[in-house]
């Protein structure tokens, strides 16, 4: 389970960051959603790198080209939006973070495996490789069962800072 920090004023927060936990689990692929040049989105299908054991949790990574529209985005512009959902739990969750990108080679030697040798198949490919950590900060759900009734007129609202998640809506 994605461990959490909960501030003591929020009752079910932990509720429903377990049903966020849940979904983003539950969800092969998720849909990320980045700035384009001209304002409008990019939005395009991934599969998420697992963090390493002690890291945050609720980072979300993500392994690129670095010389894709993708990259190229979130240079320009740091804020992105990735979606989960699991259609059988009638469930999804809308994750904003600041996205970085982690482009030195060294870095990306020592987290690479063989499994991304399928998508990076040549050493030019792998030269290009950039993994993207994104930070969270704020959380949207539509979680049946688990977020407010009526279900579906209105998201959810998890936000994070230093001192932890907070319910804002």
């Known amino acids: 389970m ?12 932990s509720s429903l960051l377990a049903g966020a936990a849940k979904t983003m689990r539950s969800a092969r ?10 304002g409008a989105s990019h939005i395009r299908p991934m ?3 697992l963090n390493d054991p002690g890291e945050d ?7 690129t080209n670095g010389r894709s529209r ?3 985005d979130m240079r320009r512009a740091t804020r992105v939006t990735i979606l989960f ?3 059988p739990d009638l469930a999804y969750v809308s994750f904003i973070g600041k996205a970085s990108l982690h482009e030195d080679a060294s870095e990306t030697q020592s987290r690479w495996k ?14 290009s490789a950039t993994f993207v950590e994104v930070e969270p900060e704020r959380l949207e759900l539509w979680i049946r069962g688990v977020t407010p009734e009526p279900f ?6 998890l936000e994070r800072d230093a001192e932890g998640w907070r319910l804002t809506r």
């Open 85 to 87: 959902q699991h259609e």
């Open 2 to 13: 994605l461990e959490t920090t909960v501030r003591p004023d929020a009752a079910n927060v």
């Open 70 to 72: 993708k990259a190229a």
């Open 114 to 127: 063989p499994a991304y040798d399928v998508y990076f198949p040549s050493e030019a490919d792998r030269a």
């Open 152 to 157: 579906g007129l209105r998201a959810t609202v």
């Open 29 to 38: 692929y998720c849909w990320l959603a980045s700035t384009a040049e001209h």
């Open 47 to 49: 599969g998420r790198v």
């Open 57 to 63: 949790e609720w980072k979300i990574r993500f392994l």
